[in-house]
């Protein structure tokens, strides 16, 4: 098997992204669209907010009018017409008039601002007093100044946050087309792993990747559906794959990707349909025997069955390909903060070490020191990768690469939050 660890490099096993189309596409409510992904161009039909209106209450006023007043000097203006909340004003305003308006109200023509009424006073019935000049649309939103007609105003692959799902419910869509959500198989391998209702006998573990590799994929807004444990069984593993694959738009197997007799992942799954393995093995660490294989355009990964290697391994590649299935355009940018390194941290060449780290309050953040200046502290969590409390204590991973042999102690770097 020529394709037995043929070790890649991260940039190599990304670019294989392309070779996966995003989901399919449905329509859906707008009040069922957050956390989902656009799936065509939205463009305004009008102008938002499509009139002039006031940020502040106060008067609608011409701005030249106001020019030069102050406290000492008030600008006189003559108070005219009525102004309702949600109607158009039935009159136009001249220089030198004012009417009052409510923050929201719809400017009367010949206004192009608003005075704010704690810089003026009522003299009686029929005049104001301005104690401020103010400057054309001051306080005031103008008709197209949110979003202009044929705008787009939301590209395709836009994930929609409540903001946007607001803004497409103020342009009048009730339906949104969006990709459908992504379904991730889950399978668990080894003859060693057990339920998580059982009590474990020497040699056996309960199953720990099903749930934290659910829960990466339900915190990225896919549906983690859990196939349960696999034994080391060839024909079993490549049923339960062959299911996982006509129900699921991407499989997680975790286990059964390293060298070893009882390791059967990269047979089963050369042995399915429409199906060729792309990497069996990338030089990171953790998560140097990652199998990506493409199966009938779906990807398929091999993930390590030490915990925090399989978290680590999600974490850095597998959501990227998961985001391309959702429709994203662009790859989500993983969330870095700077921070200075407690203690040297030894590498080794040739490949990417992701070290898990715990972020600490600098006490020497307001320092005169560039390096004492930075607010945060990473001080490296030390562990095997077979110790989930390595990722329990972590609040993120620090990224050395393949031509770096290892960080000196308050070295500023950038951290990947978890």
């Known amino acids: 098997m020529n394709h037995f660890f043929n070790v890649k490099t991260l940039e190599e096993v990304s670019s ?9 596409r449905e329509i859906i409510d707008v009040a069922d669209a957050c956390s989902r992904i656009l799936a065509a161009d939205l463009t305004a039909g009008r102008d938002m907010p499509g009139f002039r209106r006031a940020t502040m209450d106060g008067y609608a006023v011409h701005a030249a009018s106001t020019y030069g007043a102050s406290e000492s000097s008030p600008a006189w203006l003559e108070l005219v017409g009525a102004i309702l909340m949600g109607q158009v004003p039935d009159f136009e305003l001249a220089p030198g008039q004012a009417a009052p308006i409510s923050t929201g109200g719809m400017l009367p023509k010949g206004a192009d601002s608003v005075v704010m009424v704690e810089h003026t006073e009522a003299v009686d019935e029929g005049s104001v007093e301005i104690y401020k000049s103010v400057a054309p649309l001051q306080h005031v939103i103008d008709a197209s100044e949110d979003f202009a007609r044929d705008q787009t105003v939301l590209a395709g692959g836009t994930f929609i946050r409540p903001q946007e799902a607001g803004l497409a ?6 339906k949104l087309e969006v990709y459908k959500v992504p379904r991730v198989g889950i399978i668990s391998t080894g003859d060693e792993i057990i339920p998580i209702t059982q009590e474990p006998s020497f040699g056996k573990i309960r199953d720990i990747n099903s749930y934290t590799l659910a829960g990466f994929i339900e915190e990225a807004h896919a549906l983690p559906v859990r196939y349960g444990i696999i034994k080391d069984n060839p024909a079993a593993l490549k049923k339960a794959c062959e299911r996982a694959l006509g129900e699921c738009d991407m ?6 990707s390293s060298v070893g007799t009882r390791d059967y992942t990269v047979e089963v799954l050369s042995s399915l349909a429409d199906t060729q393995v792309l990497v069996h093995g990338m030089s990171v660490s953790p998560g140097k025997p990652t199998i990506l294989a493409n199966s009938a355009n779906k990807p398929v990964w091999g993930l390590p069955g030490q915990v925090v290697s399989a978290m680590v391994v999600v974490k850095i590649i597998v959501i990227p390909f998961l985001q391309r299935l959702q429709g994203y355009k662009e790859p989500v940018r993983q969330i870095r903060i700077p921070a200075k390194l407690t203690r040297n941290v030894a590498s080794a060449q040739g490949r990417r070490d992701f070290v898990r780290v715990m972020l600490e309050d600098n006490p020497f953040k307001n320092g005169p020191l560039e390096q004492e200046a930075c607010r945060m502290l990473a001080r490296p969590v030390l562990g095997k990768s077979g110790l989930i409390r390595t990722m ?5 991973l620090l990224e050395i690469g393949e031509h770096v042999e290892g960080l000196e102690k308050d070295t500023l770097v950038d951290i990947i939050l978890l």
């Open 16 to 24: 294989l992204v392309e070779k996966f189309p995003a989901v399919g």
């Open 169 to 174: 419910a103020g342009l009048g869509f009730s």
């Open 251 to 256: 499989v997680l197997i975790s286990g059964g």
């Open 392 to 396: 329990i204590y972590a609040d993120g």
